[in-house]
């Protein structure tokens, strides 16, 4: 299990930064770009104090012209520098796409091993108060199909700060996929630069009767639903896969091997996607020697609607989470827990806009 | 390192090198031994001879998948490119790449893209990085017309523009996208006038006066390295052979042998080939052939990578 140096308390986006300042402090040829970053809302704080620290040399915004940057960035890397490219929706890495998955992912194996990428790319999921179809999708399964890209998505500030490190370190380009309703989120964070190492699974909560996967923010709510699931007597265990390609699978096999039932709860759609995945090597594993019941939870098969009678039903949530294990675990279903039990500080703190 | 009597004979050299090394692609082609869709450049290899004649080792290039010349006039080993293109483990990519994506780090040459475009911003961010580590080297991207069509070129231009990043952009604009003209694809021929308006220096070169553009490169090259922003050059020109293959294709009816047989009168490597002594032309020949003997001679001897090798290199 993970102890956490209980020192000081730091939030998400702070974490992210204090990341970024660290990896630039450690390595000169470590920059940032992306639309905003310099200005004074500091793509809500995470890059705050960065151009005064380091100068517009090595932080500066970009033109709205996301597929050139992310080749500019490519280039950079290739050259021997190692950028940060921020972008303050995922959205937007559609515009990115062709650079990030014909060149970036390619270019080390295409070449012959000859050449390097390293490059992050910073990018944030969006979530309630309209929100809505372009400012609210999870892609991280876009991208971890292609090989020769990492992706990875923080549930905490711990892992924001000691992803962004290991991220910058990494000579392959590494996709750090962030979400908005997270960044006031507090976590015990170290002081010194420190890394989370990518392919290694983290166990939030053991239990005995199921294997809760939560990604991204949909960790906390799975852990909140293991809560209201405890006062039913149902045992949860609840794992953080903190990135998703590489997969730690080998944690996510024991676990089920051990609890004999799987619920992956996805910050995404369902469709071929990284619940899909995780069921499917479930399902190939040599590994697990009994039967397990597995289930997935994700984005409705909808675009995001923007008005909350409808938002709400989009998304899974401590309430939808806990009554499927409960049905999973019991067969039932003759238990909901209340609104008000299902209710999540973040979500609460955040009021908009954007 | 050779030297040559003069300026001529030395473009001479790199685009005769260019000339027979694609002409004997286009022979091997039918025996099936190289295993990559090869786009051949022959009639064009000027271009790139003439400016990256003025470039130094630890300068960049960026070619496209029609990179043949861009890499050899900028001193990719030959026996390691034709390797590539037979899928070998001698290959400048171990076989990885084919002819759509040589490279050659050691000497500048970006890795290529078969994706049109693409290579563009990737260019603009090597003279970034060149900015950044305050070195004197530049970078010279070369793209045809189509991939100017590309959002990506608008917005390369614009970025290298505002940082005055040290990049000549030229375009080798041979009026066809595959088979397309150029007429079914742009609203106006005037691109250098376009490009202009970002604020930078633009020339158009509607001859193949090898000796005009290599002048022109020169002084933009040097004043890259000074430090005043980048450069565009556009260089009309003609392609004589299919837009990818070892033929030529006037009987296909897209386009007429009239205008080939202009170009073809104006052939750069005859011109300089004219223009120098017989005895130096005689000895660069010999060479070349030598050169591309032993070249076959390898990618025919070096093995292909094993089977196992297959997951190398996803991941650095």
Redesign the interface.
């Known amino acids: 299990m993970y102890t956490p140096d209980t020192s000081r308390l730091l939030k998400y986006f702070e974490g992210l930064c204090e990341g970024a300042e660290q990896a630039m402090e450690s390595d000169d040829r470590v920059?940032m770009m992306g639309l905003d970053i310099d200005d004074h809302r500091a793509i809500q704080g995470s890059t705050k104090g960065l151009l005064q620290k380091f100068g517009s040399?090595?932080v500066f915004t970009?033109?709205l012209?996301e597929?050139?940057?992310?080749?500019?960035?490519?280039?950079?890397?290739?050259?021997?520098?190692r950028p940060i490219h921020v972008h303050i929706r995922m959205d937007f890495l559609m515009l990115c796409m062709?650079?990030l998955v014909?060149?970036a992912a390619k270019?080390?194996?295409?070449?012959?091993?000859?050449?390097?990428?390293?490059l992050v790319v910073r990018t944030m999921i969006g979530k309630s108060w309209g929100q809505g179809a372009q400012h609210s999708q999870g892609l991280h399964s876009m991208f971890a199909h292609v090989?020769?890209i990492?992706v990875v998505a923080p549930s905490n500030a711990y892992d924001a700060k000691g992803l962004t490190i290991q991220a910058v370190r990494d000579?392959?380009p590494v996709l750090i996929m962030e979400h908005r309703l997270l960044y006031a989120t507090e976590a015990y964070v170290p002081a010194h630069p420190f890394t989370v190492e990518f392919g290694e699974a983290r166990i939030l909560r053991e239990g005995e009767d199921v294997t809760i996967v939560g990604v991204s923010n949909m960790v906390m709510e799975s852990m909140r639903a293991a809560e209201l699931l405890a006062e039913l007597g149902i045992d949860c265990e609840v794992i953080d896969p903190i990135t998703i390609s590489p997969l730690d699978f080998a944690a996510i096999e024991a676990s089920v091997n051990r609890t004999g039932r799987l619920l992956v709860v996805d910050n995404g759609w369902l469709n071929c996607g990284f619940s899909a995945e995780v069921l499917a090597r479930v399902a190939e594993s040599d590994q697990i020697t009994r039967k397990v019941n597995m289930k997935r939870i994700g984005f409705a098969a909808t675009t995001c609607p923007t008005t909350p009678s409808l938002e709400d039903a989009f998304y899974p949530n401590p309430r939808t989470i806990a009554m499927l294990v409960y049905h999973m675990v019991t067969g039932k279903q003759d238990w909901e827990p209340s609104l008000e039990s299902c209710q999540l500080a973040y979500q609460a703190q955040f009021k908009g806009p954007f | 390192m050779i030297s040559y009597s003069t300026t001529e004979a030395r473009l001479y050299a790199s685009i005769a090198l260019i000339r027979r090394t694609e002409e004997v692609i286009a022979e091997i082609y039918p025996s099936d031994k190289i295993k990559s869709p090869v786009h051949l450049a022959i009639g064009q290899e000027y271009i790139a001879a003439a400016v990256i004649d003025h470039l130094k080792e630890s300068d960049?290039v960026s070619g496209t998948y029609r990179g043949h010349g861009v890499y050899l006039a900028k001193g990719g080993n030959l026996n390691a490119m034709m390797a590539e293109l037979y899928g070998k483990a001698g290959?400048?990519?171990?076989?990885?790449?084919g002819s759509m994506?040589l490279?050659e780090?050691s000497k500048g040459v970006?890795?290529m893209?078969a994706?049109v475009g693409?290579g563009?911003?990737?260019?603009?961010?090597?003279?970034?990085?060149?900015k950044?580590?305050n070195r004197d080297d530049v970078v010279v991207v070369f793209m045809g017309d189509g991939a100017t069509e590309e959002?990506?070129f608008s917005?390369?231009v614009?970025?290298a523009a505002?940082h005055k990043l040290p990049i000549l952009f030229v375009v080798e604009n041979n009026r066809l996208a595959i088979h397309e003209p150029l007429n079914k694809r742009w609203a106006a021929d005037a691109l250098t006038e376009r490009v202009s308006t970002y604020g930078i220096p633009s020339k158009r070169f509607i001859e193949p006066d090898t000796l005009a553009i290599h002048r022109y490169a020169g002084d933009a090259i040097e004043k890259l390295r000074e430090g005043s922003g980048p450069v565009f050059m556009e260089c009309h020109t003609h392609r004589w052979f299919e837009h990818v293959g070892p033929n030529q294709d006037y009987n296909q009816g897209y386009r007429s042998e009239s205008e080939s047989e202009e170009w073809r009168a104006k052939d750069a490597y005859r011109v300089l080939g004219n223009s120098i002594s017989a005895e130096e032309k005689a000895g660069i020949d010999a060479m070349i052939e030598a050169d591309l003997k032993a070249a076959l001679e390898y990618a025919e001897s070096s093995p292909f990578p094993s089977s196992e090798e297959l997951f190398?290199?996803?991941?650095?």
Request: with cysteine; charged share 10%.
């Open positions: 920059f040399e090595r970009t033109p012209s597929d050139a940057m992310t080749g500019v960035a490519i280039g950079a890397a290739m050259a021997g520098q062709n650079q014909n060149i270019s080390h194996y295409m070449y012959g091993g000859s050449v390097q990428v390293p090989p020769g990492k000579n392959n | 960049y290959g400048c990519a171990k076989g990885r790449a994506h490279v780090s970006i890795g893209s994706v693409t563009i911003p990737v260019a603009v961010g090597h003279a970034l990085a060149i950044q580590r959002g990506c917005e390369s614009n970025f505002l190398d290199h996803v991941y650095a």
